[in-house]
């Protein structure tokens, strides 16, 4: 079994209005984390990200513009809230396993002047069920569940 270690962090400047494609920030920050972690871009063998609707770029278009030569672990996600974790443990086992060597994990968007975080509505059935009450945003789930276990403990 491998050990499995987070070893570098990068981003872009924050701004109301980048003025660049979303697939360009997301190259910019996973160069300036394969910097931060001592790795050449060419050394990522995995890639993962998460969206909500389309409000990022997937892995595979970051893989593609990077031109990583041997990508072997991709893990797209069209999910929220819980996500950034979720993908950690996929990576690590992944990493764990020997599926990958060293797995980017990003997400991208333009959340100012593109979709914003909330704003998208997700896949599936549970809409007509969210929506109505005021459900759009992952942050109004989790004041319920916290607040129905502090109910629960009292």
Do not use: K
């Amino acid at each position: 079994m491998s050990d499995v270690a987070i070893a570098g962090v990068g981003y872009t400047p924050f701004s109301r209005a980048s003025g660049r494609p979303v697939l360009d920030l997301a190259a910019d920050a996973a160069i300036a984390a394969c910097a931060d972690a001592g790795l050449l871009p060419e050394q990522l063998d995995g890639i993962g990200s998460h969206m909500v609707g389309a409000d990022s770029e997937n892995a595979s278009a970051l893989a593609t513009a990077l031109a990583l030569p041997g990508l072997r672990y991709v893990a797209d996600l069209n999910m929220a809230g819980q996500a950034p974790c979720h993908l950690v443990g996929l990576a690590a086992a992944a990493i764990a396993s020997g599926q990958a060597e060293n797995v980017l994990l990003y997400r991208a968007l333009n959340g100012r002047s593109g979709p914003r975080v909330g704003s998208a509505r997700f896949p599936g059935r549970g809409g007509p069920y969210r929506y109505p009450i005021g459900y759009g945003a992952y942050p109004m789930y989790i004041a319920m569940w916290a607040f129905r276990s502090r109910s629960l403990a009292v």
